[in-house]
C-alpha cells in the first residue's frame, strides 16, 4: 500500500502536467480520428485505439515525455513540506542563496542607476527596423560597451561558498585533521573512489568507449563501426532511454546531435519553432540592460575563441531569446534559487509593482555564453539549437551557478574535487595548499563552466556526452581531480599559485576519457 501511494505522488504531477501540454491534445486528436478506421471495432475499443496509438509511434513519444519529467520534477518528500524545503533541504543553503540573490540584483540595479539605463524599454519602430534587418549578422555592430561590466566575477562566488557554514554541525563532529585542508567546510555526503567506480561501470578500463584510440582487446574500428550501427538503431527507435544509457560510451560525432536531441525530448516541433519565434519578436520590441551583459559577455569570451567565434550570430540570438523565455521560471520548482524581481515606475517595495527581471528569472554572468558555444557544433538551425541549450539548462547547467546540497550542484562538486585529491593525492595537496594554491582556487572556473573553454571542442562533447548519459554533472568534479593528478609531477615542483596556474594553464591537449578512466579504474584505494 505504501510503495503504490508514493507511486501516485509521483505520478499526478506528471500526469497534470503532460495533461496542459501539445502532446495531450495531439494523441487526443489522433485517438478520435482513428475511431473511423476500420480495424477499430467497439467490442475491443480500448485495446484498438492502443494498439493504433502503439504502431503509429505516439505511445513512444509519451513515454519519453514521461521519461523527461522524471529528470525535471522535485524528489518525492513529504506532502505537508513547505515549498521552500522541497527546492532545497537545508536552512542554511537557501539563506546564503538568498543572500546571494540580493547581492546579485543589487548589482544589476546599481549599474542601472549609475549608467542612467533603464532595465527595460520598448525599442523606436526604426531600431526595430534596424534588429531585424542585422538579426544574422549582430556580430558585425561594434556597439561601446565598455561602461558595462560583469554583475560579479567567479572569485566573488567561490568565496561566498568558502564562507558556507552549517550552525548546526560543531566543528569537532565527524571532521578528520584531513577535512580542514580544503576550502570548503559544510558536511554533505559526495561519493568517493569506490562508490563511483559502482556508478561509472560502463567507463571501466575493459569496456569499449569512444574518446580513446585503444581499445585494448578489441580493435578501435572495428569497436567504433559496430558501435556506430547500434547508435543508428537507437536513434530510429526513437527511446530517450536507450539513447540515455548509450551516450555513457560515448556518442558518434554523426549521431550525437540526434542523440541528445532524444535524451533530452527536444523535438523541434512547429510549436517549439513558433515559440522561439515569438521570443525572437520580443527581442526585436523590447530592449533590456540584461541585452549589454549578454553582448559583453560574448566579445569577451566566445568571440576570442579559436573554437567559437564563428558563433559568434549565433550565441546572440540564443541568449537574448533565452533571456525573454518565461517558460524557464519553471525550473525554480526545484532550483534552490528564487526569480529576481525588479520594480515599476521607481516603485521599490510595492508587491503590486515586482515584477521578475529578467523575464526567464536567470541574471547572464561573465562565461554564460559558454554554455551555448558548444552546441553551436551540433546544430545550425537556431529554434533547434535554442531548444537543446533550454533543456540543457535547466536540468544542468542551473546547478553550476546556485547554492545547493544537489549532488550534482557546486558546492557539491567542489567538495568532491577536493575530497578526491586529499584522499588520493594527499602529497601534492598538502604541497599546493602550502605554497598558498589552494587547488579549487584554479579548478572552480573549469567545473563553473562544465570546461567549455578550456578543453578542445571535440573532447569537450565526449565529456557531455558522460553529463547527459548518467544524468549528473558528478564527472566534472571527477575530470578536476584526474587533470590535477595528470599533471602531478609538475605541480609538485611548482612554488607559488601563479606557477601552478601556468601548469594547468593550457587543457587543450587533453583527452578526456582516458583521464578519467585511469582516474577512477587505476588509482590504488
Same mark, same amino acid.
Given at each position: 500500500?505504501?510503495?503504490?501511494?508514493?507511486?501516485?505522488?509521483?505520478?499526478?504531477?506528471?500526469?497534470?502536467?503532460?495533461?496542459?501540454?501539445?502532446?495531450?491534445?495531439?494523441?487526443?486528436?489522433?485517438?478520435?480520428?482513428?475511431?473511423?478506421?476500420?480495424?477499430?471495432?467497439?467490442?475491443?475499443?480500448?485495446?484498438?485505439?492502443?494498439?493504433?496509438?502503439?504502431?503509429?509511434?505516439?505511445?513512444?513519444?509519451?513515454? @519519453?515525455?514521461?521519461?523527461? =519529467? $522524471?529528470? &525535471?520534477? #522535485?524528489?518525492?518528500?513529504? /506532502?505537508? !513540506?513547505?515549498?521552500?524545503? %522541497?527546492?532545497?533541504?537545508?536552512?542554511?543553503?537557501?539563506?546564503?542563496?538568498?543572500?546571494?540573490?540580493?547581492?546579485?540584483?543589487?548589482?544589476? @540595479?546599481?549599474?542601472?542607476? =549609475? $549608467?542612467? &539605463?533603464? #532595465?527595460?524599454?520598448?525599442? /523606436?519602430? !526604426?531600431?526595430?527596423?534596424? %534588429?531585424?534587418?542585422?538579426?544574422?549578422?549582430?556580430?558585425?555592430?561594434?556597439?561601446?560597451?565598455?561602461?558595462?561590466?560583469?554583475?560579479?566575477?567567479?572569485?566573488?562566488?567561490? =568565496?561566498?561558498?568558502?564562507? #558556507?557554514?552549517?550552525?548546526?554541525?560543531?566543528?569537532?563532529?565527524?571532521?578528520?585533521?584531513?577535512?580542514?585542508?580544503?576550502?570548503?567546510?559544510?558536511?554533505?555526503?559526495?561519493?568517493?573512489?569506490?562508490?563511483?567506480?559502482?556508478?561509472?561501470?560502463?567507463?571501466?578500463?575493459?569496456?569499449?568507449?569512444?574518446?580513446?584510440?585503444?581499445?585494448?582487446?578489441?580493435?578501435?574500428?572495428?569497436?567504433?563501426?559496430?558501435?556506430?550501427?547500434?547508435?543508428?538503431?537507437?536513434?530510429?527507435?526513437?527511446?530517450?532511454?536507450?539513447?540515455?544509457?548509450?551516450?555513457?560510451?560515448?556518442?558518434?560525432?554523426?549521431?550525437?546531435?540526434?542523440?541528445?536531441?532524444?535524451?533530452?525530448?527536444?523535438?523541434?516541433?512547429?510549436?517549439?519553432?513558433?515559440?522561439?519565434?515569438?521570443?525572437?519578436?520580443?527581442?526585436?520590441?523590447?530592449?533590456?540592460?540584461?541585452?549589454?551583459?549578454?553582448?559583453?559577455?560574448?566579445?569577451?569570451?566566445?568571440?576570442?575563441?579559436?573554437?567559437?567565434?564563428?558563433?559568434?550570430?549565433?550565441?546572440?540570438?540564443?541568449?537574448?531569446?533565452?533571456?525573454?523565455?518565461?517558460?524557464?521560471?519553471?525550473?525554480?520548482?526545484?532550483?534552490?534559487?528564487?526569480?529576481?524581481?525588479?520594480?515599476?515606475?521607481?516603485?521599490?517595495?510595492?508587491?503590486?509593482?515586482?515584477?521578475?527581471?529578467?523575464?526567464?528569472?536567470?541574471?547572464?554572468?561573465?562565461?554564460?555564453?559558454?554554455?551555448?558555444?558548444?552546441?553551436?557544433?551540433?546544430?545550425?538551425?537556431?529554434?533547434?539549437?535554442?531548444?537543446?541549450?533550454?533543456?540543457?539548462?535547466?536540468?544542468?547547467?542551473?546547478?553550476?551557478?546556485?547554492?545547493?546540497?544537489?549532488?550534482?550542484?557546486?558546492?557539491?562538486?567542489?567538495?568532491?574535487?577536493?575530497?578526491?585529491?586529499?584522499?588520493?593525492?594527499?602529497?601534492?595537496?598538502?604541497?599546493?595548499?602550502?605554497?598558498?594554491?589552494?587547488?579549487?582556487?584554479?579548478?572552480?572556473?573549469?567545473?563553473?563552466?562544465?570546461?567549455?573553454?578550456?578543453?578542445?571542442?571535440?573532447?569537450?562533447?565526449?565529456?557531455?556526452?558522460?553529463?547527459?548519459?548518467?544524468?549528473?554533472?558528478?564527472?566534472?568534479?571527477?575530470?578536476?581531480?584526474?587533470?590535477?593528478?595528470?599533471?602531478?609531477?609538475?605541480?609538485?615542483?611548482?612554488?607559488?599559485?601563479?606557477?601552478?596556474?601556468?601548469?594547468?594553464?593550457?587543457?587543450?591537449?587533453?583527452?578526456?576519457?582516458?583521464?578519467?578512466?585511469?582516474?577512477?579504474?587505476?588509482?590504488?584505494?
Amino acid at each position: 500500500m505504501e510503495e503504490s501511494s508514493e507511486l501516485t505522488l509521483s505520478i499526478a504531477p506528471i500526469v497534470q502536467r503532460l495533461k496542459g501540454s501539445h502532446l495531450h491534445s495531439q494523441i487526443e486528436r489522433q485517438a478520435k480520428d482513428c475511431l473511423r478506421r476500420s480495424e477499430i471495432k467497439l467490442e475491443s475499443l480500448k485495446e484498438d485505439v492502443r494498439s493504433f496509438l502503439k504502431k503509429s509511434g505516439w505511445e513512444k513519444r509519451l513515454q @519519453n515525455a514521461v521519461y523527461r =519529467e $522524471l529528470h &525535471v520534477q #522535485l524528489p518525492l518528500s513529504h /506532502p505537508t !513540506a513547505p515549498p521552500e524545503q %522541497l527546492k532545497e533541504p537545508l536552512a542554511y543553503m537557501r539563506k546564503a542563496q538568498a543572500s546571494w540573490e540580493k547581492r546579485v540584483l543589487k548589482s544589476l @540595479n546599481s549599474m542601472s542607476t =549609475e $549608467l542612467g &539605463v533603464p #532595465l527595460a524599454r520598448k525599442r /523606436p519602430a !526604426a531600431e526595430q527596423k534596424e %534588429l531585424t534587418d542585422k538579426w544574422n549578422e549582430m556580430g558585425t555592430d561594434e556597439a561601446d560597451l565598455s561602461r558595462f561590466r560583469p554583475v560579479y566575477a567567479l572569485k566573488d562566488f567561490l =568565496e561566498v561558498l568558502i564562507s #558556507l557554514r552549517n550552525s548546526n554541525h560543531g566543528s569537532c563532529e565527524d571532521v578528520s585533521a584531513r577535512s580542514h585542508w580544503g576550502l570548503i567546510q559544510v558536511p554533505l555526503n559526495v561519493r568517493d573512489i569506490p562508490q563511483l567506480r559502482q556508478a561509472y561501470s560502463e567507463l571501466n578500463l575493459n569496456s569499449g568507449q569512444l574518446g580513446i584510440d585503444d581499445h585494448g582487446h578489441v580493435h578501435p574500428d572495428l569497436f567504433e563501426n559496430d558501435y556506430v550501427q547500434i547508435g543508428k538503431k537507437v536513434v530510429v527507435e526513437q527511446d530517450s532511454a536507450a539513447a540515455q544509457q548509450y551516450s555513457r560510451r560515448g556518442c558518434p560525432t554523426g549521431l550525437r546531435a540526434d542523440l541528445w536531441a532524444l535524451i533530452l525530448n527536444s523535438t523541434n516541433q512547429p510549436q517549439d519553432v513558433m515559440h522561439y519565434e515569438q521570443l525572437r519578436a520580443g527581442v526585436i520590441q523590447h530592449d533590456l540592460l540584461v541585452d549589454n551583459l549578454i553582448y559583453k559577455d560574448v566579445k569577451l569570451t566566445a568571440s576570442n575563441d579559436d573554437y567559437y567565434f564563428v558563433f559568434e550570430d549565433f550565441l546572440y540570438q540564443v541568449l537574448l531569446c533565452f533571456s525573454r523565455d518565461t517558460a524557464v521560471l519553471e525550473h525554480f520548482k526545484y532550483n534552490s534559487a528564487t526569480p529576481p524581481k525588479s520594480y515599476l515606475h521607481g516603485k521599490v517595495g510595492d508587491g503590486e509593482y515586482a515584477v521578475v527581471y529578467p523575464p526567464n528569472g536567470v541574471i547572464p554572468f561573465h562565461g554564460f555564453s559558454m554554455y551555448v558555444a558548444p552546441l553551436c557544433f551540433l546544430y545550425n538551425e537556431p529554434s533547434k539549437l535554442y531548444s537543446v541549450f533550454r533543456e540543457m539548462y535547466i536540468r544542468y547547467f542551473f546547478r553550476l551557478h546556485s547554492i545547493s546540497s544537489s549532488h550534482s550542484g557546486i558546492v557539491s562538486l567542489c567538495l568532491q574535487f577536493e575530497r578526491l585529491l586529499q584522499t588520493h593525492l594527499p602529497q601534492l595537496f598538502y604541497h599546493l595548499r602550502l605554497i598558498g594554491a589552494q587547488p579549487l582556487r584554479i579548478a572552480f572556473k573549469w567545473m563553473v563552466r562544465a570546461f567549455s573553454g578550456y578543453l578542445s571542442t571535440d573532447q569537450l562533447l565526449l565529456l557531455w556526452d558522460r553529463i547527459l548519459g548518467y544524468d549528473s554533472m558528478e564527472v566534472v568534479a571527477v575530470l578536476a581531480a584526474a587533470v590535477f593528478a595528470f599533471r602531478a609531477e609538475n605541480l609538485m615542483e611548482v612554488t607559488s599559485l601563479a606557477s601552478a596556474e601556468a601548469v594547468l594553464a593550457d587543457l587543450s591537449t587533453l583527452k578526456v576519457v582516458p583521464l578519467i578512466q585511469i582516474f577512477l579504474f587505476a588509482t590504488a584505494i
